[in-house]
């Protein structure tokens, strides 16, 4: 691994960094906004409890650092990225 400079990707609310959390992601601006400052890093976890709502895959921007191969990715960050919508 490179010498990477991981300051600044910790998590706001739980100070987890977010980067070897492998929860690395970005939402639409709207999704974010409304209950964070678009400078704040937050995990899946934590952004999720201060949304109130499990994230699916159209809260996050189709981009490369979402759907290509940039980063990994946690298991709980994958499941969100392609969460399946139920129809009743």
Not at 14 to 19: I, M, V, Y
Not at 52 to 70: A, E, H, Q, T, W
């Amino acid at each position: 691994m490179t010498n990477l400079d991981l300051d600044g990707f910790e998590c706001k609310d739980c100070q987890e960094n977010t980067f070897i959390k492998k929860e690395y992601y970005m939402l639409h601006d709207e999704v974010w906004t409304s209950v964070a400052s678009k400078f704040e890093m937050l995990c899946v976890g934590c952004f999720e409890n201060r949304l109130g709502r499990k994230l699916d895959s159209d809260d996050f921007v189709k981009l490369p650092i979402n759907y290509g191969c940039m980063f990994p990715q946690s298991d709980l960050l994958y499941s969100r990225l392609y969460s399946l919508k139920q129809y009743v």
